[in-house]
């Protein structure tokens, strides 16, 4: 047996204050987004947004159905509109925040397996490594690339 011990490295932010301004940018793209989320059965609302390589951004929020688990989280949301308006656009990051009663959470809310694997598949797309940005009240987290998040890409397609 061969133990094997796995790291994962970003940065971690006091405040999106801090931050550079096109990572910003995704960040309040991400938060005015939020005003799309419905979710009238669990309160918390997601926003995200996407930049393309042209630097166009699309937003996308969670949407929850009553038909559950039809509704579908704000990552997937935003993703999958880039994608169907600017097919030959890679998305090169993508910002996310939660929040319950219009209040950003006060710990970041990672994406779903789902959404991580929709991910690393347009990261393998596009060939470049996705920037990830994670929000919250109290911290903004940066990733380099899916990896860091799903360590184990399934990249089988």
């Not at 059965?41 to 038909?67: C, D, I, P, T, W």
């Not at 994670?134 to 990733?143: D, E, L, R, T, W």
């Amino acid at each position: 047996m061969i133990e094997k011990k796995l790291e994962i490295k970003y940065c971690e932010y006091e405040s999106a204050d801090e931050l550079e301004p096109r990572d910003r940018e995704l960040f309040d793209a991400a938060v005015s987004a939020l005003a799309g989320s419905y979710a009238p059965y669990s309160n918390f609302n997601v926003g995200a947004a996407v930049r393309l390589g042209n630097g166009l951004m699309v937003k996308g929020a969670n949407q929850e159905n009553s038909a559950y688990p039809s509704g579908l989280c704000a990552e997937r949301t935003a993703m999958f509109s880039a994608a169907s308006r600017y097919p030959d656009q890679p998305i090169v990051a993508i910002a996310l925040v939660a929040a319950q009663h219009g209040v950003l959470q006060p710990a970041p809310t990672y994406p779903c397996g789902a959404c991580r694997q929709v991910m690393a598949q347009y990261q393998q797309k596009a060939g470049t490594p996705m920037r990830i940005i994670v929000g919250s009240g109290k911290a903004v987290q940066i990733f380099d690339g899916v990896e860091s998040i799903l360590p184990f890409i399934f990249t089988d397609i």
